[in-house]
């Protein structure tokens, strides 16, 4: 019987996961389709039972769901669970068990560029939901210094306490971490400035950015923000969000299916996609 897969979310219109995965599913010869689903807070418990009662083999959850959709799952991975969000949930055995992709697949897609990026000293520009993910899969995959600025320090440090994973980090306002980029061998950005329309903007000045160093934004609208475009400027290696929509996808591919797919082909399926509307 074709199994069946969605990604829920509110809006869903321009996901890209049902390209992605129809894509993926049609290229391992797969009998599935892969659906998005619109689903608003009110109905997201009824959602899930009735994917439950349909059969669902998985399916991926975004925004404004990732945390919410928690107590309304039978199981949940003990990193999701740390981190406190759910995007990808698998049908194991009539029970469905929430999982964390998001921060592993963006540690896996820095790792595709460079495998010592483990040891460098990184620091975390932003400490919302994104920022919590990636902050605590880069933790727990051995980074040991990841420090975080953010304009709220406050929510920095909880993040920092928070964190289960042995990790060296502090916590830095904007000035400071202007001040002492120098010190850090990886950035990444994880907050929404110099994201589509906003993209004359950057988060911190690069000014003193350390030779040779990773500079990773999860934004993938615009492909180069401006923060990117300065830090490639002064000799830094760049990578934008596509790496982390990608990987999060071929993780969650590969929880399903037990497949790890071809994330080159993933990332032309992708940027093909994007095509029609990144400016
Ligand atoms: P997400 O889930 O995408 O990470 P979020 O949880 O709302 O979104 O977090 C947004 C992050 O971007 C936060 O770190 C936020 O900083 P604050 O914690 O101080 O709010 C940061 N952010 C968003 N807009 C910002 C701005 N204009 N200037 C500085 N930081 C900003």
Redo the contacts with the bound molecule.
Sequence with gaps: MKKMFGVIGDPIAHSMSPAMHNDLFQLHGIDASYLPFHVSNDDLESAVKGLKALGASGFNVTIPHKTEIIPYLDGIDPLAEAIGAVNTVKNEGGLFIGYNTDGPGFVKGLESHAADLLSRSALII??????RAIYFSMAKAGFKHIDIC???PN?AEELVNACPYKVDSKVLDYDSAERNLGNYQLLVQ????GMHPDIDSV?LSTNNIAQHSFVSDIIYNPLQTKLLKEASVKGASTQNGIEMFVYQGALAFEKWTGIFPDTEKMKANVLRHLGGYTC
């Design positions: 932003g400490a919302g939901g994104a920022a953010n304009r709220t929510k994880t907050t929404s400035i988060p």
